[in-house]
């Protein structure tokens, strides 16, 4: 288990510092944890709160969203390409991006589909706030409110745009069940190549917005499983049973379980 520090102790420290949305198992943060604990870097765990101003956490990284990786006094970064990038170098084994320049290309891509703005993750958090905050009054004075209307502003959420979130889903979905059956058609079990991709791990961990790890791997709130759990037939019917297969058999072979946050 990663030790948990707050900010201000985490800028005096050296190493590998990952900063963390407190209690929370969000799939941009756990897909960070993965790729270190694939690649056995150490690191110790910096508490972010979800909506919250954060403000220790904006002087010292100019923002205040998690993940955020900070290798000794390098700057820091704030995404989740840069995230694996820094991973790549200071532990270059196991390569998590194939030598190969077109699987290289295909995994970044893969990875960007699931991770990145308008990904599958991305239009599914539009997804969740079109869950939530029509019925949160902007005007309350709740903090839970604030930071729910927050996060909402932060993230772009506009209810017109949800129709587009869930065809981006759906698409990006379909993609990656294809790809996973034409793999193991060809006899190999991972989406790209013959081993282990960065775009094995940010699916076993963006999954969890389709349908999370069971409670015994994973606990959480009840309304956060609840949230989480697509019961969208048009989404379920993209990712068929093989994607979330795969997921388990990546989080057996290779990942911590149960998931520690």
Not at 110 to 131: A, P, V
Not at 193 to 213: H, I, K, N, Q
Not at 233 to 242: I, Q, T, V
């Amino acid at each position: 288990m990663a030790e948990c520090i707050d900010v201000p102790e985490a800028r005096g420290r050296s190493g590998m510092r990952l900063v963390l949305t407190a209690g929370v198992p969000g799939p941009w943060g756990e897909a960070a944890k993965a790729v270190l604990h694939v690649k056995k870097i150490p690191f110790v765990k910096v508490r972010q709160e979800a909506g919250g101003e954060n403000r220790d956490l904006e002087a010292w990284t100019g923002q205040t969203s998690a993940p955020v990786a900070v290798w000794n006094d390098e700057p820091p970064r704030t995404t989740s390409r840069d995230i694996l990038f820094l991973a790549e170098r200071v532990a270059p084994e196991p390569a998590l991006l194939p030598a190969d320049e077109e699987d290289r290309v295909t995994v970044l891509g893969l990875c960007d589909e699931i991770h990145g703005e308008l990904g599958f993750g991305w239009c599914r958090r539009l997804m969740l706030f079109d869950g939530v905050l029509p019925h949160v009054d902007p005007a309350s004075s709740s903090p839970a409110a604030a930071g729910v209307v927050r996060m909402g502003r932060k993230y772009g959420y506009d209810p017109a745009g949800v129709k587009s979130a869930k065809a981006r889903c759906v698409d990006i979905l379909r993609l990656l069940a294809a790809r996973l059956e034409a793999q193991r058609a060809a006899g190999r079990r991972f989406l790209v190549g013959d081993g282990l991709t960065a775009a094995d791990l940010y699916w076993a961990t963006f999954a969890a917005l389709l349908e999370p790890l069971p409670h015994e791997l994973c606990p959480m709130p009840s309304g956060m499983r609840q949230m989480y759990t697509v019961t969208d037939e048009d989404l379920r019917a993209a990712a068929g049973a093989g994607l979330i297969e795969h997921r388990d058999a990546i989080y057996r072979e290779f990942l911590e379980l149960p998931v520690d946050f």
